[in-house]
């Protein structure tokens, strides 16, 4: 009879608590910038035009882009971390145990720095610097571009290709070939096949 009595108390306790109200937390991050009206994205996704705010599911680190015409863009990394009742396993106990609901609003401001203009001619100043120099053989150097597992086996401008291509423990590299670009100055690129 106890054994009995214990089990009907049991099932009442479990239909009092899945009737009863659940607590939840609700998690909002706004954005605000001076001046307003930029873009925010919050990891790539847009999120809307400064003031804005919206709903997050987790907390961690978020990278964040805000973009506006005449202003410098900023890409912040920002970290959010969860308050005392969001960590484990204080969570479980704040979103299932409690009919209290619980908010986790914050809000993150950037100041917005203008971008720099540069006079026009100052701009035909430095294409003419540049075009001066290309004619004269000086060429500007770009930024290396990154092959993963090539760099090592290119060859030598003026070797060939073949020995690199007969080893079988190189990468293939495919054969260069020489342009001319219009300053009369020979270039070599590599030689991609097509697909």
Known sequence: MAQRRLQINTIWILLAVCVMPVGCVRRR???RTNPSGALVY????????TPVSTNITYYGTRVIDIVKDGYRSESVSQKINPP?????PLDFVTENLTTHEFRDERVLEFQLVPQPIIPPNQVRERAESLRKSVRQGHLTPLAPVPFSGIESSIPAAGSTTQSALSSPNTNPVPPVRNLLPRSGIPLELPAFPSR
């Open 84 to 88: 005392w009742y969001q960590i484990p």
């Open 29 to 31: 991050l706004t954005f």
């Open 42 to 49: 919050v990891d790539k996704q847009l999120v809307g035009t």
